[in-house]
């Protein structure tokens, strides 16, 4: 049980914005929200994480609704390196759980 | 070079055969992980461990054992190999701290037949 619901696809043109929404309304109050991605014939690799406050670094930014029951990463200017499936993952004391995740195609 | 490292990366093996998948690290992480991902689907933990000798089941564990005699390395076993264990199987490590689980650090994968 992942116990974050995300879409099952989404699309972006090259440099454009994207958000990535996810949906975590069982969240506990210690819970962290972790992103991760994985590109093609490859592992995951970690994006980024938060709890409250929104979070930004070199690849993303993660803004956690003021309830924490959502949030939504934020690419600021797509490329074709970012086409991947995007993991959003709620963990607290226990191994992350993976769902089956967004998979964002980025056109050209 | 210091990472995570799977081997072998592809491997066909027989039903009923035993086969071991590799897994080593060198950042000296207190975590590794086995995860498995089945075409289409997110991954399924199968076993964790804490710190050597201490292991821990996932979410799907039947038909693996783990060991962990040293930190920095992680073996998956599959005792008597089915097909329904044909997948792709990840090996990650990490720490765990205030936010949990910290950052994972994910190995590239070991492509495995069952035929």
């Known amino acids: 049980d992942a116990k974050t619901t995300q879409p099952n696809s989404m699309e972006s043109n090259e440099e454009e914005p994207v958000h990535l929404p996810c949906n975590h309304s069982?969240?506990?109050?210690?819970?962290?929200i972790h992103w991760y991605r994985q590109l093609p014939s490859q592992g995951p690799e970690y994006v980024i994480h938060?709890?409250?406050s929104n979070v930004n670094n070199r690849m993303a930014s993660l803004a956690i609704a003021e309830d924490r029951k959502s949030s939504t990463l934020i690419l600021h200017r797509a490329t074709l390196r970012d086409a991947a499936v995007y993991y959003c993952?709620?963990?607290?004391?226990?191994?992350?759980?993976f769902g089956k995740g967004t998979r964002l195609s980025v056109i050209a | 070079d210091a990472g995570i490292t799977q081997s072998p990366r592809y491997k066909i093996t027989e039903t009923g055969r035993q086969v071991t998948l590799m897994c080593h690290q060198t950042?000296?992480?207190?975590?590794m992980f086995w995860y498995r991902q089945d075409l289409g689907h997110g991954l399924r933990l199968i076993y964790y461990?804490?710190?050597?000798?201490?292991?821990d089941k996932g979410e799907v564990p039947d038909g693996y054992v783990v060991s962990r005699s040293k930190t920095e390395n992680f073996p998956l076993t599959l005792e008597s190999a089915t097909r329904s264990q044909t997948s792709v199987y990840f090996c990650?490590?990490?720490?765990?701290?205030?936010?949990?689980?910290?950052?994972?650090?994910f190995g590239p994968g070991t492509r495995l037949t069952v035929t």
């Open positions: 990650a490590s990490g720490e765990r701290g205030l936010a949990g689980f910290n950052e994972q650090y």
């Open positions: 069982t969240i506990s109050g210690t819970d962290y």
């Open positions: 938060g709890l409250t």
């Open positions: 993952i709620r963990s607290g004391n226990t191994p992350l759980v």
């Open positions: 950042w000296s992480h207190s975590y």
């Open positions: 461990s804490a710190a050597a000798d201490i292991t």
